[in-house]
């Protein structure tokens, strides 16, 4: 019977990286994973949703060249070749794959094929083995709902329906593309397959989509969307399913959409079979954990996704280095105050910390400043001007409490607020930092210098 110090369920961004770092600190691991290193995020998720949107970006810029001097004759003949793209996108995420793969075996963790039914908080039986630990990590992740909606089960077994992970191989482009649910795996689809061409409608519950982010940020983006000829109903259920017919409720009345695809973006549930025996403390979202990652039961772990505390691979790996540390006796926690959030659309959405509605809501004395991208020399330069910057600093000392982005490369911006906000940075290092023009990085000073009196360049 094989022993190890840690043993770690599931290989997606939370369990690799756990599986790196506990060898780096010395420990014997383990990583069981049934299907594909790399989880959702590099298989079916973050990487190669993002490749198909380059390969959508290009596609568009082409079809605005004249707009950078370059003329094309005949539009018509720039014709985009699906199998070609999925063809990149594959070969992306085999690479990715084979990298974290190689990373394993060099930092010595031992992977192991399989399903884990776990017996007890120290033993795991993966087929006829049976595997001992001191310490237990889940990372097993979640799985997109097919919700419980009249002939939605039969038009997914049709192939009608589809989730995240099939959408991401499909034969063809679609020429209509329902989505149920605006969140921001529904909005990322909308904004490829609309760019690609395609009719693209979102039907959300609530009140409006991207709820988490901040209103003027949406209201900016929404107004982006139907310039692109995305349709959006909110305070929309969908009553039923029919093959390719959507029914919906709205205002009181029932309406039907037709769609050559159908995307459920409902939310996903967490992956906890084989965990039965734990007994585990599982909530709404996931399994209970607090902020070093312990869950109800000692010696045993839960990151990432199966948690459900933020369903992204950047926090599951974060979680994964917690959980690590304090299994080998350095005391460590994950503050969610100051996660980055991401929408890669066209433009970029990320934030961190407060919306301007959570200050409010909390009773901070607070301030805002913004900043234009049509005032930022590189986003001219690209064309890629559309956007600002918005930051929410605390009244009193100028503390950077909020930040959000709509802008091209937001989602590489955003990290200089998370640095600040980890430091309690303020403002006025923010206006002092010297920014290397031109970048579309000094919006952040921009806006900082503006929070502190005004902006240079508006």
């Not at 005391?331 to 991401?342: G, Q």
């Not at 206006?431 to 031109?438: G, L, N, T, V």
Request: contains cysteine; charged residues 25%.
């Amino acid at each position: 019977m094989k022993q190890f110090d840690i043993v770690i369920i599931g290989a997606g961004p939370g369990g690799y990286v756990a599986a790196i770092k506990a060898r780096q600190m010395g420990a014997k691991v383990a990583l069981i994973e049934k299907q594909d290193i790399g989880g959702v995020c590099l298989n079916w998720g973050c990487i190669p949703t993002k490749a198909l949107l380059k390969s959508a970006k290009v596609y568009r810029q082409f079809m605005h060249a004249e707009e950078y001097g370059i003329k094309v004759k005949d539009k018509n003949s720039i014709t985009i070749d699906w199998p070609a793209m999925l063809k990149r996108k594959d070969g992306i995420v085999k690479r990715l794959t084979g990298g974290v793969k190689m990373l394993l075996d060099r930092n010595g963790v031992e992977t192991i094929k399989g399903f884990a039914t776990v017996i007890d908080p120290h033993t795991i039986k993966v087929g006829e083995e049976t595997i001992q630990t001191k310490d237990l990590i889940i990372a097993t992740g979640a799985t997109p709902i097919i919700p419980p909606i009249e002939g939605v089960k039969e038009s997914y077994e049709k192939g009608i329906v589809v989730t995240s992970k099939e959408i991401l191989a499909l034969d063809s482009v679609p020429s209509r593309l329902v989505i149920v649910g605006g969140g921001v795996i529904g909005v990322e689809f909308a904004t490829l397959y609309a760019a690609l061409g395609t009719e693209v409608t979102i039907i959300e519950r609530a009140s409006n989509i991207l709820l988490a982010i901040d209103d003027e940020i949406r209201n900016a983006y929404l107004k982006i969307l139907a310039r692109e000829k995305v349709k959006i109903y909110t305070n929309a259920t969908v009553k039923a399913v029919k093959d390719n017919v959507v029914v919906y409720e709205l205002d009181g009345n029932s309406i039907q959409i037709t769609g050559d695809k159908i995307l459920m973006s409902v939310g996903t549930k967490p992956n906890t079979n084989g965990l039965e025996k734990l007994n585990l403390n599982i909530g709404k979202q996931g399994i209970d954990t607090n902020d070093k990652m312990e869950t109800s039961v000692p010696h045993v772990y839960a990151i990432g996704d199966v948690n459900g505390k933020f369903m992204l691979a950047h926090v599951a790996s974060a979680e994964g280095i917690i959980a690590v540390e304090n299994i080998l006796g350095k005391a460590s926690d994950l503050d969610y105050k100051r996660i980055p959030a991401c929408v890669y659309g066209f433009p970029e959405i990320a934030s961190v910390g407060v919306t301007e509605k959570e200050a409010k809501e909390k009773g901070i004395k607070y301030k805002t400043s913004k900043f234009p991208l049509s005032a930022n020399g590189k986003a001219l330069a690209e064309g890629e001007s559309e956007g600002f910057i918005k930051i929410i600093v605390d009244k009193q000392y100028g503390e950077v409490i909020g930040m959000h982005i709509l802008a091209v490369n937001a989602t590489d911006m955003i990290a200089e607020a998370v640095t600040t906000m980890e430091l309690e940075g303020t403002v006025y290092e923010l206006a002092k930092a010297i920014h290397p023009h031109p970048t579309l990085s000094e919006i952040v000073m921009e806006a900082a210098h503006g929070a502190i009196d005004k902006a240079i360049h508006i």
